[in-house]
C-alpha cells in the first residue's frame, strides 16, 4: 500500500478505502484473507493453540452454570460444550436442576440441524405462548448475525412445523396473539418494511395459512424512526397489546391497543422508561417532568393506577428516589410487585416495591451481599406466570458465580448451581480506586491483581462508556486463567457515558462529551502510573463496540499512556457511521455527521480522520466479525489500512461468523481472545508468570 493519510479532517470525505466497506467484495475479501493469515502466522503457534484449547475446555466445562427461563413450570436452557458447539436446546424441572446432575429433555440439537440443513445456524432466541400451548417461535441466526430467520416449532413433537409459520431472513421478531395470530415486528418484505436503522419499520397482523405479504399492517412508523415493537401483556384482567415507537435509541412513543392497532398514545414524556403490569404503570424519567403540579427529579420512579391514568389521574406516587451517585439500574414485575436494582455508590442494592390502593410499600431483598457483583431478575419467562420466584446471580473478580432462587421475592436465597473456579486465585486482592479525570470528575476503577505492587505490573485495562450501561467487575475466566494467575493485574473503569450514576453521567459522555469519556479512561491509566502501580509501557487496553472509538482515540489521543491496544467489532468511522448497517440508531449517543454543528464534536472522536503520520502509536490490534451486522465491518477494515498505509504497527484479524460478538461457539471465541491476548503481552513486554 502507498503511504496516505486520508481521509483527513479537513478532507473527511476523501476516503481511498471505500471499497473495505464491500462486506463480500472481491477485492475486500482478499485484504481480509491476506490480513488474517499475518496476523495468525505472527500471534498464533503452539502457545496460541495451547491458550486457546485451555481456555475453550474452561467454557466447555460440563459444570459450568446452565442458566434457565421457566415457562409453564419448566426450566429451558441452551447449552453449548464441546460435543454441541452451537448448542442443545433442552428442558428440566425444578426438582431436577437441584441435582448435581440433571437430567434434560433435548428439544433440539442445533450443530445436527445445521448440518442436516447445511446452514451456519445459531438459536437466537424463542417466543412461546404461555402456559402448555406447544406452539413456538424460534429465531436461527446465520453465524451470530442479528437478522434471524423465524420458524414454528412444536414442543410437544420437539419438530418444525409444516405449514406452520416460516419467515426469511430479517432484523426483527414476532409475538404470539392465539395459537393462529402473530403480530409481526419484521424488516422483512422488501422496500418500505425497513427503517433506515435497518429494523421493522411495521407491525402486521399474520395470521396462519395467510402469506406474509398479504398481512396486514396494523402500526407503522415514519422511516427516520429507528423501529417498531409490540408486546401482549396478559397481565390484566384481559389481555392487551402495547404498541411502542421508537424514536431514537433513548425515546418513544408508548401506545395501547388491541390486534387490529394502536388505540390510546399515553401522554407521557418520550425519554421515560415503562413498565406496566396488572392495574399499575411505573414509569422512570430521564429528565425533569412536572406534571399535575409537582416537579420530578431525573431518573426518578413514579407509580400510578393504570385505570387511574387513563381516567386522568396524573398524581404519581415516587417510588424511588436517585440521588447523584445512587442510580436505577433496571427493574422489573414479578406477581404484583415491582423489583428495582440499584447502584448505590457502585454497591448493589435491591428494592421491591408492591401497590395497593392504599399506597407502595418498599422492603429492601436481604440475604445477599453488599459488595461485589449481584444481579436479581424475575425467574419465570412470562410476566404473566410469575409467582414472585427471582434468581440471583453473585459473584465478584475473583469469586465465580452462584446461581440462587428467592422464592417468592422473600424466602431467604437458596444456591442452587456454584460455577467452578476456573483460576489460582491465591495471593490476589480487588480494590477499588478513583482517578481524576481533566475536569475533575472521580472516575472509580477496580483492579484486581497481586497484593504487592511491583511498579511494573502487566496491566490489562478495559472499559466501555456508552449508551447509559453500567459495566460491574465480574468473574472473568479468560482474564482470570491466561493474565491474572500467570502474574498480570487487571483494572476495570466506570467511564461517563455510562450508567453508573444515573442519566447525569450517561450524558456528561455522551454526544461532545464522548471525548470526555475518554479522558477519563487516560485519567485511569495515569493514575495506576501514579500510584506506582505500572509504566505506560507496561499497559495492555482492549474495547469493543462503542469501546472500539475509546480504543482508536487512546491510539491518537494519548499515545504515550499505553504499552499496546486490542480493539474488537469497532466503532471508528464517526463520518460513515450512520450509513453503515444499524449506524442510523445510534445518532442519540453520538450525533449526526451530516449536520454541520454535530460534525464539528464527532470529528473530535473520529480516529479514522485523526490518525495521521509521524506519530509515536502504540502497536494495536484491530479485531471484527464478518458477520457483524450492527457494526459495519468496514470501521475495522478501514482502520487498520489506513494505519499500515501510514507505516504504523497495525494488525487485523475478522473470521467468517461471530456476529456482534468474539465467535459463534466456545473455540472460536477463545481463540479471538487468546489471539489478542497474545499479541498484548508480547507488545508490553510480558512473558507468562514475571509478573
Known amino acids: 500500500m502507498s503511504a496516505s493519510d486520508r481521509p483527513t479532517l479537513s478532507a473527511p470525505d476523501d476516503d481511498p478505502w471505500l471499497w473495505l466497506e464491500e462486506i463480500e ?15 495468525l502466522e505472527t500471534f498464533g503457534g503452539a502457545a496460541f493453540e495451547r491458550d486457546r484449547d485451555l481456555l475453550a475446555a474452561i467454557f466447555d466445562r460440563s459444570d459450568n452454570i446452565p442458566y434457565v427461563s421457566r415457562s409453564d413450570g419448566l426450566l429451558y436452557n441452551l447449552w453449548k460444550d464441546a460435543n454441541h458447539p452451537r448448542g442443545l436446546w433442552r428442558r428440566t424441572t425444578l426438582a431436577e ?3 448435581t446432575d440433571p437430567s434434560w429433555e433435548t428439544l433440539l440439537d442445533i450443530d445436527k440441524l445445521a448440518a442436516d440443513e447445511g446452514e451456519d445456524w445459531l438459536l437466537n432466541w424463542s417466543s412461546s405462548l404461555p402456559g402448555d400451548a406447544p406452539q413456538t417461535i424460534l429465531s436461527l441466526s446465520r453465524g451470530g448475525s442479528d437478522a434471524v430467520v423465524l420458524r414454528e416449532f412444536d414442543l410437544n413433537t420437539k419438530s418444525f412445523v409444516a405449514d406452520g409459520f416460516t419467515l426469511p431472513e430479517a432484523k426483527g421478531g414476532a409475538t404470539w396473539v392465539d395459537a393462529n395470530t402473530l403480530l409481526l415486528s419484521s424488516a ?38 429507528m423501529s417498531v415493537f409490540c408486546d401482549v401483556d396478559r397481565t390484566g384482567e384481559t389481555p392487551r397489546i402495547w404498541f411502542l415507537e421508537r424514536i431514537d435509541f433513548f425515546n418513544m412513543s408508548l401506545w395501547l391497543g388491541t390486534e387490529e392497532g394502536a388505540t390510546v398514545r399515553f401522554d407521557l414524556p418520550s425519554d421515560v422508561w415503562t413498565e406496566v403490569h396488572r392495574d399499575w404503570l411505573a414509569i422512570k424519567l430521564r429528565s425533569p417532568w412536572t406534571v399535575a403540579g409537582v416537579t420530578h427529579a431525573a431518573d426518578s420512579v413514579l407509580g400510578i393506577s393504570l385505570a387511574g391514568f387513563l381516567a386522568g389521574d396524573r398524581n404519581f406516587t415516587v ?27 457502585l454497591r448493589p442494592v435491591f428494592e421491591i416495591c408492591t401497590p395497593s390502593p392504599a399506597g407502595w ?3 429492601t431483598l436481604r440475604g445477599l451481599p453488599e459488595i461485589g457483583v449481584v444481579d436479581v431478575w424475575r425467574f419465570d419467562h412470562h410476566e404473566s406466570e410469575s409467582n414472585g420466584d427471582l434468581l440471583a446471580n453473585v459473584q465478584d473478580p475473583l469469586t465465580p458465580p452462584s446461581l440462587m432462587l428467592i422464592e417468592r421475592g422473600v424466602g431467604s436465597p437458596v444456591v442452587l448451581k456454584q460455577a467452578p473456579k476456573t483460576f489460582n486465585a491465591d495471593g490476589l486482592v480487588v480494590t477499588q480506586h478513583e482517578a481524576i479525570s481533566i475536569d475533575g470528575e472521580r472516575i472509580p476503577y477496580v483492579q484486581t491483581g497481586p497484593a504487592a505492587e511491583t511498579g511494573d505490573a502487566p496491566v490489562y485495562m478495559s472499559a466501555y462508556g456508552g449508551f447509559g450501561l453500567a459495566v460491574k467487575p465480574q468473574y472473568n475466566s479468560s482474564l482470570g486463567k491466561l493474565w491474572l494467575e500467570r502474574g498480570g493485574t487487571t483494572v476495570q473503569a466506570n467511564l461517563r457515558g455510562g450508567g453508573e450514576f444515573g442519566t447525569r453521567w450517561h450524558d456528561a459522555g455522551r454526544y461532545a462529551g464522548k471525548r470526555l469519556s475518554h479522558d477519563d479512561f487516560a485519567a485511569v491509566a495515569a493514575d495506576l502510573v501514579r500510584r506506582g502501580v505500572t509504566t505506560p509501557k507496561r499497559i495492555a487496553a482492549q474495547g469493543g463496540s462503542n469501546g472500539g472509538i475509546l480504543i482508536t482515540n487512546m491510539l491518537v489521543r494519548y499515545p504515550e499512556r499505553f504499552g ?16 453503515l448497517l444499524a449506524g442510523a440508531s445510534w445518532i442519540a449517543e453520538y450525533g449526526d455527521p451530516d449536520k454541520p454543528e454535530e460534525w464539528e464534536w464527532l470529528k473530535t472522536y473520529s480516529a479514522y480522520h485523526n490518525a495521521k503520520p509521524g506519530q509515536a502509536y502504540p502497536p494495536i490490534l484491530i479485531a471484527t466479525t464478518r458477520r457483524d451486522d450492527r457494526v459495519h465491518p468496514g470501521h475495522a477494515r478501514k482502520m487498520a489500512a489506513k494505519l499500515q498505509a501510514m507505516g504504523y504497527e497495525a494488525s487485523f484479524y475478522e473470521p467468517a461468523a461471530g456476529g456482534h460478538g468474539y465467535g459463534k461457539d466456545n473455540k472460536e471465541r477463545a481463540g479471538f481472545q487468546v489471539l489478542g491476548f497474545q499479541f498484548l503481552k508480547e507488545k508490553i513486554g510480558w512473558r507468562d508468570g514475571e509478573g
Open 319 to 345: 417510588v424511588f428516589t436517585p440521588s447523584p451517585r445512587r442510580a436505577l439500574q433496571g427493574w422489573s414485575w414479578a406477581d404484583g410487585k415491582l423489583l428495582l436494582s440499584i447502584l448505590d455508590e
Open 564 to 579: 499496546a491496544l486490542f480493539c474488537t467489532i469497532p466503532l471508528i468511522d464517526m463520518r460513515r457511521y450512520t450509513k
Open 188 to 225: 422483512y418484505g422488501g422496500e418500505g418494511m425497513a427503517t433506515t436503522s435497518g429494523y421493522g419499520r411495521t407491525v402486521r397482523l399474520w395470521r396462519r395459512g395467510e402469506p406474509v405479504d398479504q398481512a396486514r399492517v396494523v402500526f407503522e412508523t415514519t422511516p427516520d424512526r
Open 361 to 363: 410499600s418498599r422492603e
Open 25 to 39: 467484495g472481491a477485492r475486500a475479501l482478499d485484504f481480509v484473507e491476506r490480513q488474517n493469515l499475518m496476523t
Open 97 to 99: 436442576f437441584r441435582k
